[in-house]
């Protein structure tokens, strides 16, 4: 485990050394800012030494923690298989762990990583379930990748579901859960198809393809523009599995009822008349206290689900109409996934 973990006194530090050096480089201090950049995305030097003393002044109102066994609620950073570092937490106690995906910032996305989870995981906690949420890379607290651009880092972040998994397991958790937002539960839908640690898993808001178009990104492969891809495993998930979806929020109905027909059973989708997207659902006054519900029983007895449920609140939704054609049978890219 000590190879995973990592003083998050490091990755924080230099993330506000980068953000420091760059306002400084804008302000004509160094000739090539990028540079800077790129020198503090590898290891200490002496440089960063020198400086190291202000920019702990400027951090100072940020708490920095030891990743093994840290207080509660405190950040510590978890190593993916690739090498990417990125910054988690953990909240409450218990051995039944719910690991929480996040999903693609938007202009509503207030804050754009894992505290959006803020509520709803204090909810987990209070029903006695151990919460472990994170920050995907070149999100929140975790530094890029691939380039600056969090689209780009996108088609990795499955592999922060399985570093997640492997250390729930190393702490001890009896069962594991795991629920995702848009993107997190489209990349969560890859992973519950190998890994089998999950008891049950939960998609909310989730696109079957993410990212779904290249046009804002310039990373390609041989094959094209890597993506996550939910839909093409989601029927090799042979737990119990959730979803959860907007009638109105642009293409979730559509693409979450995609999911329900190619899963195998059992598996429940409940449809809301709302275009509230992700975490916005179980945060809403007026239907979030019913989808919370609808989580916690499901996560209380998944295999209370007989064969293929659906609970649809929005009549007048038709899971049949697309909401646009399909290019080569993949989904354009909609604003709020």
Known sequence: ???????????????????????????????????????????????????????????????????????????????????????????????????????????????????????????????????????????????????????????????????AIDYAVEEGAQQIYGIGVSMGGTSLMQVAAYREEFVAVSAISSPNIFPNSSKNTSRVTEDGFDKLDGLSTVGEIQIPKLYIAGARNQCSYWQSNRYFRAAGEPVRFVIYETDLHGTEILDDKDIGPDAVQEVLDFLADPHGILGKEKRNLAPDADPHTECFPPKDDEDEEGEGD
């Open 1 to 163: 485990m000590r190879d995973r973990l990592f003083r998050i006194g490091e990755v924080m530090m230099r993330e506000r050394l980068s953000r420091l050096t760059s306002n400084i480089g804008k302000m004509g201090s160094f000739n090539d800012p990028q540079r800077v950049q790129d020198l503090l995305s590898h290891h200490w030097t002496p440089f960063l030494g020198g400086i190291a003393a202000v920019a702990l002044a400027l951090a100072i109102a940020v708490p920095l923690s030891l990743a093994t066994k840290s207080d509660q609620n405190d950040p510590f950073v978890l190593q993916s298989a690739d090498g990417a570092r990125f910054v988690a937490e953990v909240n409450g106690d218990g051995d039944e762990w719910v690991l929480l995906g996040h999903m693609f910032p938007t202009k509503r996305t207030k804050p754009t990583h894992r505290g959006i989870w803020d509520k709803f995981a204090e909810r987990l906690v209070a029903e006695g379930y151990r919460v472990l949420r994170w920050d995907f890379r070149c999100h929140g607290d975790t530094p890029c990748v691939y380039s600056r651009k969090p689209i780009e880092d996108v088609p990795d972040i499955y592999l922060e579901w399985e570093a």
